[in-house]
């Protein structure tokens, strides 16, 4: 089964650069011909999407999307220190993400087929 790591850096809205790494992540989870694991690394603005009851005006939703991937058994972490850095340690966050170091992204790209950034 071959690993892809998707890496992200923008923020869920006003770009669109979040919203086309989950509906890869999505599409990718999908493949019945060639399975593939995907993982997921939230970084920079970015992390914010990991906030809950998020309620768009209008357009895609990245929470739900967010939900889908996880459903998809898809491991997404987000930076600690993005986190810290945006004072947003102490919120809580969409079950199913999990805080993560720097370190923890190396042993990603480490063991990854592919690594993807947005």
Known sequence: MQHVLIIANDAPYGSEKLFNALR?????????????????????????????????????????MLEIVIAQKTQVKFCGSCMHARGLTELKVIEGCEMATM??????VLVADKTITF
């Open 103 to 108: 370190d923890d992204l190396a042993q990603w």
């Open 24 to 64: 890869l992540a999505i599409q990718l989870n999908e493949q019945d011909y060639s399975p593939v694991r995907v993982s997921l690394f939230l970084l920079s603005d970015a992390v914010t999407a990991v906030l809950p009851n998020q309620k768009p005006v209008e357009g895609y939703n990245i929470q739900q």
